[in-house]
């Protein structure tokens, strides 16, 4: 007997909607056996429902969209936003939420600890920890937290370690509403929490406070488990090692997959049907919403099954079934192939392609398809990627109940849908978003690198807006080979550079609201510095004053001694550089004697030198860098003067 009842959850489909039961379809063919023979191994990570699989290059970023709050890991620490009224967020307080990232709680339980995935159920968050240890904070009603008690906690709590986990490190976790499963390195899978519908999948319905093993003596026997994902409704799925879906729970609407419905809740897993549209398809990725589940193959396709009110099935209809059915590709997917797939408790199922673009069809009340309208769509629509998302590609999707998450290849954060208690973490943003916002702080921009022998000057603009949160500081990156340098100001150098290597740099923010996307990226190439020696004397060199790089420097003509201020790189922008500094006409005059200094890049004809025929040319002004008066005085300052071949103007580069 159950022991006790689903607590009401907010904005779910009414009771009228339980008629659609009855008018549950299977696709044509019947169910095939419950593992189809010779599937080949799945490769690559495993995921939860919590933190989207990564669809393209590793994002340090874990993301996950619940009911009314999100969560991100970034760096190993974890941020939440949107409603707190049970203590979600984690922060040590409840009842007042944020609409912009804040930290959760760093000491206690997490004190020393590296997150490395996060999930958000309704009114719960879980999180994994480097270490294999689980961690959760928020409403506890139903022993979700897994501690061993039903007292809600508003800073994180370890899960019980003793009894099933024991010596146990695990790996995924997944938070849906009242209760949470997790997978172990073993492949072996647990739950805890609400148990009404049959959720932890230990052949009973007996609520557990602490952590309980799926049941394995049926069709999970002998099988490695590499994914789960548990929905608002008690509806559980995991995905194992050959490819083969299996799911227990709530079956009102055939979300179980396996060719039937029925009104009492599965307490054990069955099989999800391999017969029909996936006979010998092998299955890399599952996404379960709170009446569907969904799935992705090896091949790129998307699958689903369950309920289709509102089209979450995204195959042109709105005919629900018992069976996985394809999701229609004649339209924005068509030769598409899709990497991660994540089904939303409020009736709609987005995906990320494997080009880094995101799709969602379903419901769309609220925004939550993110294609700037609010119609609903029973085939996949393509998300905005006009706004925020231009030029990015997305790595990772999560759908909460009314509102979707996204993390880009950067590290940035975006959300979209509804917002009514803070869920898309955009400060100043009053109201629903029917395309994607940012969430959390802005990227520093206008990014300039100036290359030394093997080491660059990387220098950049603060963010716009850092979110309500405080700097903490910068990072600048170079890829390939992911050399780094670190400051509170707006400028730092890196080094250990390869010479003759092309690099791009990117700059993040460290914020108390979290750690931003990653700027625009500024391309180097570091080369050999040396002297521009003087044709008319070759022991005259141009050197920049004192060897000082501040702007302004008198550029002038020196004896060659390879001291600092003679070591000039060629830039490939088309500039000669010292110290991070360009050579500079002052005020790009293009007058003749106009004097030349030092300047910081700032894109301007001034700095620009074509090599011809011996001379150093700016093309600006058509005039050629001139010794003035044929000076042999160390310290006189060069300037620009009408291209006459005189042996003043010749010079020798690096």
Not at 444 to 472: H, Q
Not at 502 to 521: E, F, K, L, N
Not at 542 to 567: E, I, N
Request: glycine fraction near 18%; include cysteine; aromatic fraction near 4%.
């Amino acid at each position: 007997m159950r022991t006790s009842t689903v607590r009401a959850r907010p904005r779910l489909l009414s009771a009228v909607q339980a008629g659609l039961a009855a008018g549950l379809t299977a696709v044509a063919g019947a169910p095939g056996p419950a593992v189809a023979a010779a599937r080949p191994a799945v490769s690559g990570p495993a995921v939860s429902a919590g933190s989207a699989v990564s669809a393209g290059p590793v994002s340090a970023v874990s993301i996950s969209a619940g009911g009314d709050h999100s969560c991100a890991i970034e760096g190993g620490a974890a941020y939440c936003w949107g409603n707190n009224d049970d203590g979600e967020l984690g922060t040590g307080s409840t009842g007042t939420g944020s609409v912009i990232p804040v930290p959760v709680t760093s000491t206690g339980a997490l004190a020393g600890q590296t997150l490395v995935q996060i999930a958000a159920g309704d009114t719960d968050t879980c999180a994994v920890s480097s270490a294999g240890a689980a961690y959760c904070w928020g409403r506890n009603q139903d022993g979700e937290l897994g501690d061993g008690t039903t007292a809600s906690s508003s800073v994180p709590v370890p899960v019980h370690t003793s009894g099933v986990l024991a010596g146990k490190r695990l790996t995924q976790i997944t938070a849906a509403d009242g209760y949470t499963c997790a997978l172990d390195s073993t492949g072996a899978a647990y739950c805890w929490g609400l148990n009404a519908e049959g959720g932890l999948g230990d052949g009973s319905y007996a609520d557990s406070s602490v952590p309980v093993a799926v049941d394995t003596s049926g069709v999970l026997a002998g099988q490695t488990l590499v994914q789960i994902e548990a929905a608002a409704t008690g509806h559980t799925c995991v995905l194992d090692s050959a490819g083969a879906a299996f799911c227990w729970g709530d079956d009102t609407f055939g979300e179980d997959g396996d060719g039937t419905t029925t009104s009492t809740a599965r307490n054990r897993p069955v099989a999800v049907s391999t017969g029909g549209v996936l006979a010998g398809q092998a299955l890399t990725q599952l996404g379960i919403g709170e009446y569907q589940a969904c799935a992705l193959t090896s091949a790129g396709a998307a699958f689903c099954w369950g309920l289709d009110s509102n089209g979450e099935l995204g195959n042109g209809s709105t005919a629900s079934s018992s069976v996985p059915v394809a999701v229609d590709t004649s339209g924005v997917l068509a030769g598409r192939k899709l990497a991660q797939i994540g089904a939303g408790a409020g009736n709609y199922t987005c995906a990320v392609g494997a080009t880094g673009a995101a799709y969602c069809w379903g419901a769309n009340g609220d925004g939550q398809l993110g294609d700037a309208s609010t119609a609903g769509s029973g085939v996949p629509v393509a998300v905005d990627a006009s706004g925020v998302l231009a030029g990015r590609d997305l790595t990772q999707i999560t759908a909460g109940y009314f509102h979707t998450c996204a993390a880009d290849s950067r590290g940035a954060t975006y959300c979209w849908g509804d917002n009514t208690r803070g869920d898309l973490g955009r400060h100043g943003l009053t109201g629903s978003s029917d395309v994607p916002v940012l969430a959390g702080p802005q990227a520093p921009s206008a990014v300039t690198v100036s290359p030394g022998a093997t080491s660059a000057v990387v220098s950049w603009m603060a963010p716009a807006s850092l979110d309500g949160g405080r700097l903490a500081g910068y990072t600048a990156t170079a890829s390939p080979g992911g050399a780094g340098c670190s400051a509170t100001a707006t400028s730092c150098t890196i080094t250990g550079l390869t010479g003759g290597t092309s690099y791009q740099v990117s700059v993040v923010a460290r914020t108390t609201a979290g750690v931003s996307g990653a700027s625009d990226p500024a391309g180097v190439t570091p080369g050999s510095a040396g002297p521009i020696v003087s044709g008319y004397r070759g022991s005259k060199c141009v050197a920049a004053l004192g060897g000082a790089t501040a702007p302004g420097t008198k550029v002038v003509l020196s004896s060659c001694d390879g001291s600092a201020g003679q070591g000039w790189i060629a830039g490939s922008d088309g500039t000669l550089q010292d110290g991070g500094a360009r050579m500079s006409v002052h005020g790009a005059s293009q007058a003749s004697k106009a004097l030349i200094e030092l300047d910081p890049c700032d894109g301007s004809g001034g700095q620009q030198w074509n090599a011809v025929s011996g001379t150093l040319v700016n093309p600006a002004s058509g005039k050629c860098l001139d010794d003035p008066g044929f000076s042999l005085t160390d310290g006189t300052q060069l300037e620009i003067y009408t291209c006459n071949g005189g042996a003043n103007q010749q010079w020798r580069l690096p």
